[in-house]
């Protein structure tokens, strides 16, 4: 089971830390990942993970901005937001999976919003 929090109400150019907790061993050997569904937008990759070797990977919409990080003894993966904008708000999504983008393991989600 993973759990997301953190989310909430945020001016543009604020911060927010996102956090995906686990139950039991689901990130051994699997790829977490950050994605999001925006209002009236598909579902998009935001940023992941590896949990063995801890190697990341972002979308080009959140490079620079988004940190994605681990933290082994407390089986949770964080998500680190900077100089948020308006257009991140939506709804963020925890997953894990064999591969990133092979997903078969989802949070309820935690929704982010913006206000310019």
């Known amino acids: 089971q993973l759990v997301e929090s953190g989310g909430g109400l945020v001016q543009a150019g604020g911060s927010l830390r996102l956090s995906c907790a686990a139950s039991?061993?689901?990130?051994?050997?699997?790829?977490i990942g950050w994605l999001r569904q925006g209002p009236g937008k598909d579902r998009e990759f935001v940023a992941n993970?590896?949990?063995?070797?801890?190697?990341?990977y972002y979308s080009g919409a959140v490079k620079g901005r988004f940190t994605i990080s681990r933290d082994t003894g407390k089986k949770t993966v964080y998500l680190l937001m900077d100089n948020l904008k308006p257009a991140d708000t939506a709804v963020y999504y925890c997953?894990?999976?064999?591969?990133?983008?092979?997903?078969?393991?989802w949070g309820q989600g935690t929704q982010v919003t913006v206000s310019s």
């Open positions: 039991g061993r689901i990130f051994s050997s699997r790829s």
């Open positions: 993970i590896r949990w063995g070797a801890g190697t990341t």
């Open positions: 997953a894990a999976g064999a591969q990133i983008g092979e997903y078969d393991l």
